[in-house]
């Protein structure tokens, strides 16, 4: 049972660690995605058809919801009293008691390679493309460890 405990500790640990560098390379990815296609000189109507890669603009009409304090404030604007009661209630504050797991690794252990490649194998990675990227991950995560502490961390159960 003790051992069970131990195992599923040093794999959240593992995946934990893991999910940094990913996340990191994920957000860096999202935020340069929409500058690199603001970047590609289409006029609109016009295509483009390399010897690899295609490329148009189109205009698309959908109707989107509107914001919830776009709502609020139109709300407000039509019906001031209670709008005035609606914001009040928004700004209440509430006491909410969260739950979380907080774990991390007892001085002087590691988690060991196989660990992060059994993660990786769980998550669907091959052994062998989960040995090539183990090296690159770590790095990028001991890049990373500088500017968090990972003596202690917390999830939210």
């Known amino acids: 049972m003790e051992q069970n405990i131990e195992r599923k500790i040093i794999e959240l640990i593992a995946a934990d660690r893991i999910d940094m560098p990913i996340s990191s390379m994920s957000g860096k990815l999202k935020r340069r995605k929409p500058k690199m296609a603001q970047g590609i ?17 189109k205009d698309e009409d959908e109707l989107k919801t509107r914001g919830m304090r776009e709502g609020i404030d139109k709300f407000a604007s039509e019906f001031p009293r209670y709008g005035q009661i609606l914001n009040g209630y928004i700004e209440e504050e509430r006491a909410v008691r969260e739950r979380y797991l907080v774990f991390g690794m007892n001085e002087g252990c ?13 998550l669907g990675f091959t052994e062998a493309i989960s040995e090539r990227l183990y090296p690159e991950l770590m790095n990028i995560s001991r890049k990373l460890k500088k500017k968090r502490d990972e003596s202690k961390r917390q999830i939210l159960i």
């Open 41 to 57: 000189d289409i006029e609109f109507g016009q295509r483009y058809n390399g010897e690899r890669v295609f490329a148009y603009i």
């Open 110 to 122: 590691i988690v060991t390679a196989d660990d992060y490649r059994r993660i990786m194998m769980n």
